[in-house]
């Protein structure tokens, strides 16, 4: 199975600066298609997780251009431009290359300083 | 809107059964792909089962195989998860999620169920 390693564990940013968290796969996440299955979540507190990115740079309906992610087909990074406070949770990223099964990083927790 | 709403959840003893349930709307349940995912306290997300648009086809990991069925109903739009022979590690959040055709992920979530096993 592919495993998905996050870092760092917790990261705590002023608003208004910038915050970058890591996701390396243990194998490539290029499918036979061309499509890097990379995805990106936020979970607030408190609530279900919500759709950030998809195909590793692909923005999800509604959200603001303040996310962004990139990377290659082992190393990833989502970019969060702006810290605001509705920015606070924890991040999670996914994979769906071995369909259709889902695996997920251990998740990331972003906080305010 | 894309509403889903699970119910069902409850403290039940190692051993037994739970059936959660999750009505869907604002959407055209028949043509969605849906999931099952469960977050244990404090931890991480962990995918729990997938139904094709139609029901002929369900996944599941090792770690549920053989004691959860997922099932649904498209006439009424709504999804199950049968849970049988529970664990004590089987206590988690269960969260149903549809899944859109032309990403391919879990975009839509619903508010959760929370499941205790425990005597």
């Known amino acids: 199975d592919i495993v998905l390693t996050q870092a760092p564990l917790s990261v705590s940013v002023t608003p208004g600066e910038s915050a970058s968290i890591s996701c390396r796969s243990s194998k490539s996440l290029l499918s036979s298609k061309g499509i890097t299955s990379l995805y990106w979540y936020l979970q607030r507190p408190g609530k279900s997780p919500q759709l950030l990115i998809y195909q590793m740079s692909n923005l999800a309906s509604g959200v603001p251009d303040r996310f962004s992610s990139s990377g290659s087909e082992t190393d990833f990074t989502l970019k969060i431009s702006k810290v605001e406070t509705e920015d606070v949770g924890v991040y999670y990223c996914?994979?769906?290359?071995?369909?259709?099964?889902?695996?997920f990083g251990a998740g990331t927790k972003l906080e305010l300083k | 809107e894309v509403q889903l709403v699970e119910s069902g959840g409850g403290l039940v003893q190692p051993g037994r059964s739970l059936k959660l349930s999750c009505a869907a709307s604002?959407?055209?349940?028949?043509?969605?792909?849906m999931a099952w995912v469960r977050q244990a306290p404090k931890k991480g997300l962990e995918w729990v089962a997938t139904?094709?648009?139609?029901?002929?086809?369900?996944y599941y990991p090792d770690s549920v195989k053989g004691r959860f069925t997922i099932s649904r109903d498209n006439a009424k739009s709504s999804l199950y998860l049968q849970m049988n022979s529970l664990k004590s590690e089987d206590t988690a959040t269960y969260y149903c999620?549809?899944?859109?055709?032309?990403?391919?992920?879990?975009?839509?979530w619903g508010q959760g169920a929370s499941v205790t096993v425990s005597s």
């Open positions: 996914g994979h769906r290359l071995e369909y259709p099964m889902d695996t």
């Open positions: 999620a549809s899944i859109a055709a032309i990403s391919n992920v879990m975009d839509a």
């Open positions: 139904i094709s648009t139609s029901g002929s086809r369900t």
């Open positions: 604002g959407f055209t349940f028949s043509n969605y792909y």
